[in-house]
């Protein structure tokens, strides 16, 4: 497709926001399945009904424009989903896996972040006020997102994955002593 305009430029993101969205939606019960921590689990199965519903949205205004929101893969998102699929492939502690799942979440959080922001101000300028205002809508929930993972991250699940860390050196080091 040509990019003459910001509205074929807007479309392209549209398609782009979508094939992400997408790929969350396959992604996220394979980080769901190998979280250890049930407020984890319960955010990430919240956010994945969530992003159903951004999909849904994104088609909403594809369709009100006559276009499709398909045809175009992220690989931006792609990339970010491919690491996180290999943390899921690493021996890792359940508690530092934990860490490292919301690492990657945020990651894709803050690319969506990105992506929502650019897409509603292009619809504000072009005078769209209802993409603008779901894509609005769109963003503060992955905002919201964002700052739960923050949340859960902060208040207990990176401790516990430093005190494996402490249990860890402090094993490895009687082992040493024992020797």
């Known amino acids: 497709m040509a990019l003459d305009s910001l509205r074929d430029l807007y479309v392209e993101k549209l398609k782009d926001l979508y094939s992400a969205e997408s790929q ?3 992604a996220l019960p394979r980080m769901i399945k190998n979280t250890s921590t049930p407020e984890l689990q319960q955010a990430l199965q919240q956010h994945l009904k969530v992003t159903e519903g951004h999909a849904r949205r994104i088609e909403q205004i594809a369709r009100g424009m006559g276009e499709s929101p398909r ?3 992220c690989a931006g998102m792609e990339g970010l989903l491919e690491e996180g699929k290999e943390l ?3 021996q890792a502690d359940s508690d530092v896996l934990d860490a490292g799942i919301i690492a990657a979440a945020q990651s894709v959080e803050h690319y969506e972040i990105a992506g929502y922001g650019t897409a509603r101000t292009w619809a504000q300028l072009m005078g769209e006020g209802r993409a603008a205002n779901l894509l609005e809508q769109t963003l503060n929930e992955e905002k919201e997102a964002d700052q739960l993972l923050s949340q859960l991250a902060e208040s207990f699940i990176n401790a516990k994955a430093e005190e494996g860390d402490e249990e ?3 094993m490895a080091g009687n082992s040493s002593r024992r020797r």
Do not use: P, S, T
Request: glycine share 8%; proline share 0%; hydrophobic share 40%.
């Open 24 to 26: 969350i939606i396959r």
């Open 71 to 73: 045809g175009k893969k």
């Open 88 to 90: 899921l492939q690493e």
């Open 168 to 170: 860890d050196m402090a």
